[in-house]
């Protein structure tokens, strides 16, 4: 560690910094950008790589921001992340904390000592990603659906959605005994919690406000998302995943949740179709793909009110040609009989648009600011240009060098506490900012940033900062 400054140097740039801040008073009410907060890097650690001590010691002492780091080695076995710096359990102090490396039990310790200490100030969890979770296929091996619903498990009614977020910034007394996730570490996986994207999207909602999406890859893989179009007009998606190879896929959708998919192959012009059951959690049980034709542009719908009675129709493979075929789902079995194959001058249907009584849902491409073209975007009877994405459940991060689609709308900034100036532009632009490795005085900016994590948060000179800094606890 650098020698420290002596303690009128410290006093000094702290109340430099504290003129700027508007944060002198520490028994003052500010808004939560212009608040600064004790925060420690890989709070994990404790003793072992730094002195931090345990997660519990750590809020017991003011800490504000917790950082986990996570991997999803062994996801589909344990259900969970695991802790670690470079790889699961490394550089872990489990003394005071978890005997195990998985993410909820750690999680569970921050709800407890939140729950125990409702009028502390917000406390945020980031969760640093150092693996892609983007080629995580399902919830159940580990997406970022997944995560989201471990903090919602977790953390419950405490959990202050990034989504929720107002206009006008809260002050820190509206959220004391909330916490706030962030999500930082891989640069693919936090553009993939703020948009998706895809080829040739298609839609279906039912009666019950069930929404199916389906779009391939642009490469020969098929994903989906499934969501509840809401009281607002909104549609929440709640799950995604890959669920074949193809391209060019349609889906229809009855009130029982019962689907059918159709599908072109990627190589060829063979048609295929699979059978699935969405359920209340948004997860869809999946039949095997069965060939049914050859052609191209496939499109489906249900015609009886029953939702057993289908139509497809597409297009020959080599003319302009539509042509048609009837069929019966046998539900039970996630099968379709089909029959009656024929041509038809009927047009195909318009796969990326569904209606059910006065509700409507439209998939479309589109740019949306810096996002790429291929942004997958929807319109509801109610609303337009919505992002087809996760949940905002957490806040994103924007770091130094980052895209211009990770910056868009962010609120958390972070960069090495050597970074001077990004953090005192970033804290002059309204914006709340961690420096990491914050181990030295000589690393105070001017504003402060607002979570100056260190790895020695109980050296002294980082007290008398933090202290005369107005620190809030």
């Known amino acids: 560690m650098l020698r420290p400054r002596s303690l009128p140097s410290v006093l000094a740039l702290a109340t430099s910094a504290l003129l700027i801040s508007g944060n002198a008073d520490a028994s003052a009410d500010p808004p939560l950008p212009s608040a600064i907060f004790r925060a420690t890097h890989n709070s994990y650690s404790g003793n072992v790589d730094g002195a931090r001590n345990s997660i519990a010691y750590q809020l017991d002492h003011g800490i504000r921001f917790i950082e986990l780091d996570i991997h999803d080695n062994g996801y589909a076995t344990s259900h969970d992340y695991s802790i670690g710096h470079d790889s699961p359990g490394n550089l872990v102090d489990h003394t005071g904390n978890p005997a ?21 100030a917000p406390i945020v969890v980031a969760l640093d990603i150092k693996d892609d979770l983007t080629d995580n296929p399902s919830y159940a091996e580990g997406n970022l659906a997944a995560l989201n619903q471990e903090l919602i498990s977790v953390f419950g009614p405490r959990l202050f959605w990034a989504k929720d977020y107002p206009t006008s910034p809260p002050t820190v007394n509206a959220l004391r005994g909330r916490v ?20 040739h999207p298609a839609v279906a909602i039912n009666g019950r406000g069930q929404v199916v999406e389906v779009h391939d890859s642009g490469t020969g893989a098929l994903w989906y998302w499934t969501g509840q179009y809401g009281a607002d007009g909104r549609v929440t998606w709640l799950r995604h995943g890959k669920y074949d190879t193809g391209v060019t896929p349609a889906v229809a959708l009855n009130d029982n949740g019962d689907l059918v998919e159709v599908h072109q192959s990627q190589n060829a012009t063979t048609l295929w179709y699979r059978v699935g059951h969405l359920g209340a959690d948004g997860e869809i049980t999946w039949s095997p793909s069965r060939q049914y034709d050859n052609g191209v542009l496939p499109t489906i719908r249900f015609t009886d009110a029953a939702g057993t009675r289908l139509r497809e129709i597409h297009r020959s493979q080599s003319n302009s040609q539509n042509w048609e075929w009837d069929g019966v789902l046998n539900a039970g079995a996630m099968t379709v009989s089909w029959s009656g194959n024929a041509k038809t001058s009927d047009a195909r249907y318009d796969k990326s648009t569904s209606t059910s009584g006065t509700s409507r849902v439209h998939v479309w491409t589109g740019a949306d600011g810096p996002t790429p073209s291929q942004t997958l975007r929807m319109d509801t009877d109610r609303y337009t240009g919505d992002r087809i994405r996760y949940q905002q459940t957490a806040f994103n991060e924007f770091q130094r060098g980052n895209s211009a689609e990770l910056q868009q709308g962010a609120l958390f900034y972070a960069a090495p506490a050597t970074e001077s100036s990004f953090i005192t532009e970033a804290r002059q632009a309204g914006r709340l900012v961690r420096g990491w490795d914050f181990d030295s005085v ?17 050296s002294t000179w980082y007290q008398d900062l933090l202290t005369q800094s107005g620190a809030i606890e």
């Open 100 to 120: 195990s490396n998985l993410l909820r039990d750690w999680l569970d310790v921050i709800n407890a000592w939140s729950a125990q200490h409702p009028a502390a």
């Open 180 to 199: 706030l996730p962030l999500i930082s570490g891989d640069g693919k996986t936090r553009t993939s919690y703020k948009r998706d994207v895809g080829y």
């Open 442 to 458: 000589s690393n105070a900016t001017n504003p402060l940033a607002s979570y100056p994590a260190a790895n020695h948060p109980y």
